[in-house]
């Protein structure tokens, strides 16, 4: 079991920055690889950032590239997604996800969800 906590969610004017925290708690944790998906009001859940349980390898959907950094921090088994430049289009529930594969978070298959965190992005 593994229990996934977000937090850094806020509110935001267009062209700012934010940093969501998603710390991952259980036995097997640190073997998880843990990743972001968001979900805007209306809409389905989409992919945004997944990395490994080492952070030694990361992806990032195309439509975030330049803008948001994924990051892991294994000693407390933490990831944090960095945005900059953010869009009103930015503004969503985003989730953290873990799954011992990588491919399952990044393809939304993952064994385990947070609860999410609020972004919203003003014009």
């Known amino acids: 079991q593994v229990l996934l906590v977000e937090s850094g969610g806020g509110y935001v004017q267009a062209g700012g920055s934010l940093t969501l925290s998603c710390t991952a708690s259980?036995?097997?944790?640190?073997?998880?690889?843990l990743g972001w998906f968001r979900q805007a009001s209306g809409k389905g859940r989409e992919f945004v950032a997944v990395?490994?349980?080492?952070?030694?390898?990361?992806s990032t959907a195309d439509f975030v590239k330049g803008r948001f950094t994924i990051s892991r921090n294994n000693a407390n088994r933490t990831i944090f997604l960095q945005m900059s430049s953010l869009k009103p289009e930015d503004t969503a529930v985003y989730y953290c996800?873990?799954?011992?594969?990588?491919?399952?978070?990044?393809?939304?298959?993952?064994?385990?969800w947070g609860q999410g965190t609020q972004v919203t992005v003003s014009s």
């Open positions: 996800a873990a799954d011992l594969s990588p491919r399952m978070v990044l393809l939304g298959r993952g064994v385990y």
């Open positions: 990395v490994n349980s080492d952070g030694s390898s990361s």
């Open positions: 259980g036995r097997t944790a640190s073997r998880h690889a």
